[in-house]
């Protein structure tokens, strides 16, 4: 069964450093999102991405926040200059263009902030 | 701004009683409506979903229900099983792919042998 992957699993960064976290959506879906969990709270929409554009965004993706599809499989997130407020989950997900598609999740990457 | 609330933040049943989780949102613009189930340290699996054109979707022993009305849904788990144990979030968005989808903060179902 076709499934989202991440990478890393895990981040260990130093404040004010830049981080990329890789995904690899589902071959045949279009639409991919971030999304992120800080410990002890809900998961929170950061970005949804179409056609190499940014189609919808939260309050919470700002500039320190980038997307980018580098090559056809690939679809990565960017932090600029990591904060300890970053450390989280970081879910990326995918889905098939249309009405009522669900979104399928990555396993998350653990990104910590020290 | 909470859209989406799930008001129980824990639930224990027996196994193979029904297990029902419940969901309420605020905002008039969700049109679609889904379950995850989430273990520790795993990204969210998709489990069931539903439309607003719809009252009920049923999936083996998964069943949500919607009655837009009162803007809220509840899913139902019939028997439970101790490998149902998990978080489970209530989520919901426009209908259209590329929209955020916003999540209650979840339940956590204990089912016990």
């Known amino acids: 069964e076709p499934e989202v992957t991440q990478t890393p699993s895990h981040q260990v960064t130093q404040m004010g450093q830049e981080v990329i976290l890789r995904c690899v959506p589902i071959?045949?879906?279009?639409?991919f999102y971030w999304y992120r969990q800080i410990l002890g709270q809900k998961v929170e929409f950061l970005v949804s991405?179409?056609?190499?554009?940014?189609?919808?965004k939260s309050e919470i993706f700002d500039d320190q926040f980038s997307v980018e599809r580098p090559d056809g499989s690939n679809f990565t997130l960017k932090i600029r200059s990591t904060k300890l407020e970053d450390s989280a989950m970081y879910f990326c997900?995918?889905?098939?263009?249309?009405?009522?598609?669900?979104?399928?999740f990555g396993p998350g990457t653990r990104l910590t902030v020290l | 701004d909470q859209q989406v609330k799930q008001n129980s933040p824990s639930l224990s049943v027996q196994e193979g009683r029904i297990s029902i989780l419940n969901c309420d949102y605020t905002?008039?613009?969700?049109?679609?409506f889904l379950w995850y189930k989430k273990y520790p340290a795993e990204g969210p699996t998709f489990l069931i979903s539903i439309s607003s054109i719809k009252d009920k979707n049923e999936d083996g022993r998964f069943t949500v229900f919607l009655n837009k009305s009162a803007k809220h849904l509840s899913l139902h788990i019939v028997p439970s099983q101790p490998g149902d144990s998990a978080v489970y979030f209530c989520a919901a968005s426009p209908p259209d792919s590329g929209y955020a989808l916003n999540f209650g903060k979840g339940t956590s179902l204990l089912v016990t042998p």
């Open positions: 997900a995918s889905s098939s263009p249309g009405l009522a598609e669900p979104q399928f």
């Open positions: 071959s045949n879906h279009l639409y």
């Open positions: 991405f179409y056609n190499n554009e940014i189609s919808e």
């Open positions: 905002n008039s613009m969700f049109d679609y």
